[in-house]
């Protein structure tokens, strides 16, 4: 089933062609994007039980962006009406000529021109299962507290078990003078957390899971529980690991992780106009190797990044970051894009309507390879399988990574051993850890179950995956 429309949008359509209308009256391009977006989350432990109806994206609200020529200028706000119309125009008209004179000083304007667009009409949806509204609130929290009590159930070793669900429908009108956009679109994500305890030693583990889609995911959290809490089992007998470079094989979570921190704001390309990437200086040259593809886009895979126009009005891409081990562009916003003489990819996106848009990463991935996984682990002699990856961050600047990884299992002569080390801290420097990978998986798994943020906030949808790979990495 297609992802419906929002009917407060299609309503006020033709209020917003209007307002397009009298700006465009005035200043030679304008544009107005429009959201309408509603979340649920749903939280169960061993004590409590929530529903929140909201989150950091829901709402309604709507930006106006017009160029008078020489600058740029953006109006946001929440309220549309016939009455409304003359004062939103006094205010967009105080915010553009505000533009020449509200520079810091010592901040020189760039120079921009209005996009040449070409006329294009396009509304389209995502597809779903089990449509959250219907399956209804009651439903999906008794779902989720019989997934809590089958994780709780697996050891008397377990002490809690939370498990949460969130969808989001995101509906967007994009309206300029060539341009008349809509798109809705549904994602859902869930996961797991089983904490144990032997003597007094706690260890947890986690475990998340999204599509493009709707309450289906239930079904696939249910049958997932109960691994989670038998690794969380496995935990309570893990020791600290011996500093050092390992030969490892990756999960495709780890490898994800290991795509978004080491190649995702990397080549967010402005922070290319700002001089904040050493990835510029590397357009062109080996940086990975010759088995490494990387792409990020909207419609390189359907995940929770995926969307079909970004916040900017440019349709999304399938952009190939590195070809075959060779860097050969970053991804960008339009004015970015603009500053650095090159063609927007797509990801110009904004937290909400109350924030401006930056370069922000979509669904970010390697190809798959040739190797079977059974084959990378037969291949490694003394190293580790990373699992299970929990948070990382990097430097652009330096081209640093840091990740931490949940737990290793131990490999010797080919074989698991059944040891397992836990926490890992994985660094580096990027070129270094992504020219050392030597076998690739061929199956490839996207997962979208977390956030993204920009300078510790300007949070985004994501997703991130790949093949499991062989590399060799610095662990601590």
């Known amino acids: 089933m297609k992802v419906k429309d929002s009917p407060y949008l299609r309503a006020n359509k033709p209020l917003f062609q209007k307002l397009l209308a009298a700006l465009l009256e005035r200043y030679p391009y ?49 309220q549309i009406s016939e009455e409304l119309l003359p004062g939103i125009l006094e205010q967009i008209g105080r ?117 493009l889609g709707g309450m289906e995911l239930l079904d696939r959290l249910e049958s997932g529980v109960e691994k989670i809490a038998a690794t969380t089992i496995e935990l309570l007998d893990s020791v600290p690991i011996v500093p050092g470079e390992y030969e490892c094989v990756c999960t495709p979570e780890v490898t994800g992780m290991i795509v978004h921190e080491a190649f995702g704001h990397g ?25 490494v593809t990387m792409h ?15 916040d900017e009005g440019v349709m999304a891409h399938d952009t190939v970051v590195i070809d075959k081990g060779v860097l050969k562009t970053g991804i960008s916003d339009y004015q970015s894009a603009v500053a650095l003489g090159t063609e ?8 909400s309507y109350r924030r401006k ?33 929990s948070s990382g961050m990097e430097d652009p600047k330096n081209w640093g990574i840091q990740c931490m990884v949940n737990f290793a299992r131990e490999i010797k002569d080919g074989r698991l051993t059944g040891r397992i080390f836990s926490p890992i801290v ?20 996207l997962s979208g179950g977390g956030f993204c943020g920009k300078g510790a906030k300007e949070w985004v949808k994501v997703s991130d995956g790949g093949p499991y790979i062989k590399a060799r990495i610095r662990l601590g």
């Open 357 to 389: 848009a930056y370069t922000r990463m979509t669904n970010t991935w390697f190809e798959g390879g040739a190797d079977s996984v059974e084959d990378m682990i037969a291949s490694v002699k003394d190293g580790l399988l990373l699992e299970d990856p």
């Open 95 to 211: 915010a553009a000529a505000m533009a020449e004179i509200a520079l810091p000083e010592g901040v020189t304007a760039g120079v921009y021109t209005a996009p040449a667009e070409e006329k294009a009409v396009f509304s389209g949806s995502t597809d779903y299962e089990v449509d959250p509204d219907e399956l209804g609130d009651d439903v999906i929290l008794a779902r989720l507290n019989a997934i809590k009590e089958r994780g709780l159930a697996y050891s008397d070793k377990v002490l809690d078990c939370a498990v949460r669900a969130e969808w989001n429908r995101t509906s967007k009108l994009f309206l300029s003078p060539g341009k008349d956009l809509q798109q809705d679109v549904m994602w859902t994500t869930g996961g797991a957390t089983v904490i144990a305890r032997k003597g007094q030693e706690l260890k947890n583990s986690y475990k998340s899971i999204s599509c």
């Open 30 to 78: 304008a544009s107005i994007l429009a959201s309408d977006i509603r979340e649920k989350s749903y939280r169960v432990n061993r004590v409590t039980t929530s529903l929140a109806d909201g989150g950091i994206f829901s709402g309604r609200g709507f930006v106006v962006k017009v160029f008078d020529g020489g600058h740029w200028s953006e109006h946001s706000f929440n």
């Open 344 to 351: 927007p990819t797509g990801n110009g996106r904004r937290e």
């Open 296 to 310: 990020d886009g909207a419609c390189s895979a359907p995940q929770t990044g995926t969307y079909f126009f970004d």
């Open 426 to 445: 994985l660094t580096g420097y990027v070129p270094d850890l992504l020219k050392s990978i030597t076998m690739m998986s061929p199956d490839v798994e």
């Open 267 to 291: 080549v967010e390309m402005d922070m290319f106009v700002k001089d904040r990437a050493q990835a510029r200086q590397f357009i062109g040259r080996y940086v990975a190797s010759p088995l």
